[in-house]
């Protein structure tokens, strides 16, 4: 089964506008949200976390917020800039798995000049 | 400190032929983790060690799969009789257990396999 799931393969937006990349799960004992960026090429690297216990949680041009009700969190970018065009993973994890983390399948976001 | 390193980055052997990736974690990290990723999904995890006890085993990892920790340093993933399924990329990544939980993860390049 696919506890954590990011229903949109793709999107793109023009440079300068919101970004919104969307995740859902399914384990209510998930305690840790994560977004992770990949280039081509690389291994993913970490963006932005969240605990359960908050709903929002910003850093810099990057704001995650999380929707414990509806198993929902959300990775906003603004402005976007062409150097975010990357995959998108969102992840989870239960703090008594050891850091073992769940991924999404992806978001490919492509960032227009 | 270099960060994650795998080797080698890309591997092609032909259908039953044994493989073995190696991982070198960062340097004060007792967590390793091994995964691996499919062309349009996301990392699967396999399995994960604290130190050199490995700790928990994902059902993907058949008894073909072998994954060791001998001295809490680096780790060995080995693929015994590989079959054409088993071509993916293997990622490793490491953490450091520490009281303040954030279940951050470090990840390695990666390493390809390709089954013929």
């Known amino acids: 089964d696919q506890q954590v799931k990011q229903n949109s393969p793709s999107l793109s937006v023009q440079e300068g506008r919101i970004s919104i990349l969307n995740c859902d799960y399914t384990n209510s004992m998930f305690d840790y949200f994560l977004w992770y960026k990949k280039y081509p090429a690389e291994g993913p690297t970490f963006l932005i976390s969240?605990?359960?216990?908050?709903d929002k949680n910003e850093d810099g041009r990057f704001t995650v917020f999380l929707n414990k009700s509806a198993k929902h969190l959300s990775l906003h970018i603004v402005p976007s800039q062409p150097g975010d065009s990357a995959v998108y993973f969102c992840a989870a994890s239960e703090e008594t798995s050891g850091s073992r983390l769940t991924f999404g399948e992806g978001t490919q976001l492509t960032v227009n000049p | 400190d270099t960060g994650v390193s795998q080797d080698p980055r890309h591997k092609i052997t032909k259908r039953g032929q044994n493989v073995t990736f190696r991982c070198d974690p960062i340097s004060e990290h007792n967590r390793l983790y091994w995964y691996r990723q499919t062309l349009g999904q996301g990392p699967e995890f396999l399995t994960y060690?604290?130190?050199?006890?490995?700790?928990?085993k994902s059902r993907l990892l058949s008894d073909r799969f072998s994954a060791e920790r001998p001295k809490g340093s680096f780790s060995t993933l080995e693929i015994q009789r590989t079959e054409q399924g088993d071509s993916a990329m293997y990622l490793c990544a490491s953490s450091l257990a520490a009281r303040r939980y954030t279940g951050e993860l470090f990840f390695g390049e990666g390493s390809r396999l390709t089954v013929l």
């Open positions: 969240i605990s359960s216990i908050k």
């Open positions: 060690f604290q130190n050199e006890a490995q700790l928990e």
